[in-house]
């Protein structure tokens, strides 16, 4: 009950990636889970260890197929960006995401109103450690156990070794400072398709 508990949930971005393996036996030595937003062409690039990271109990979740500025987008081409990672993931897991996190975090109500005709909530995030400019371990780790707090929704990628090297530090240094770590779902509740959240409050 992450209304009760100190819950944080690990997102990472971009993946699966040929470092996603490594972070999958981090999290699952340390009894801990994350959510991993899914670029959908890398999916269908690597199902073996899409499924694998469902079948340990991670959440996987839509980063759209070629990872596009949306808000850029006619709706149709945002449309076919969500719907197509939505059909390589269900292909490869047999479940449709529910949560969407666009690409560079640009999202409107538009994008919003067409990521929920396809039942989907829109996620982007509370803080993390912009690990595509701090690009060393201990500073990911440092970084991210300052910034967090109860309810958080942190930013990350498994696509850069240094943050993929600095998961066993910092799910210690989190579980050591009492909190749970959770998927999105856990952490928002039910997701509301077409609702945009960036932390386990309710949607904006």
């Known amino acids: 009950d992450c209304s009760v508990a100190r819950c944080v949930a690990l997102t990472y971005d971009d993946g699966p990636s040929p470092l996603t393996n490594q972070l999958l036996d981090t999290f699952t030595a340390r009894g801990a889970v994350a959510t991993f937003f899914l670029n959908g062409r890398y999916a269908s690039n690597d199902p073996t260890t899409v499924l694998r990271t469902r079948q340990l109990g991670m ?3 839509n980063h759209t197929t070629n990872h596009p500025q949306l808000t850029q987008l006619s709706p149709d081409q945002i449309a076919m960006e969500i719907s197509d ?3 390589r993931i269900f ?3 047999g479940e449709y995401p529910t949560l969407l996190r666009p690409p560079h975090g640009d999202t409107d109500a538009n994008v ?3 990521a929920g005709q396809q039942g989907l909530a829109v996620i982007n995030w509370t803080d993390g450690p912009a690990d595509w400019e701090n690009t060393d371990a201990a500073t990911v780790t440092q970084l ?3 910034r967090v707090r109860p309810g958080a929704i942190i ?8 943050t993929v090297d600095a998961a066993p530090a910092l799910i210690d240094g989190l579980q050591g400072q009492g909190y749970t770590l959770v998927t999105v779902d856990q952490i928002i509740g039910t997701p509301v398709a077409g609702q945009f959240y960036t932390d386990g409050q309710a949607p904006a």
């Open 112 to 114: 919003a109103a067409i």
């Open 91 to 93: 292909a490869i897991t």
């Open 144 to 146: 991210t156990l300052a």
């Open 155 to 162: 930013l990350m990628h498994d696509t850069y070794q240094w």
């Open 85 to 87: 990672t939505q059909q």
């Open 59 to 61: 959440q996987i979740a």
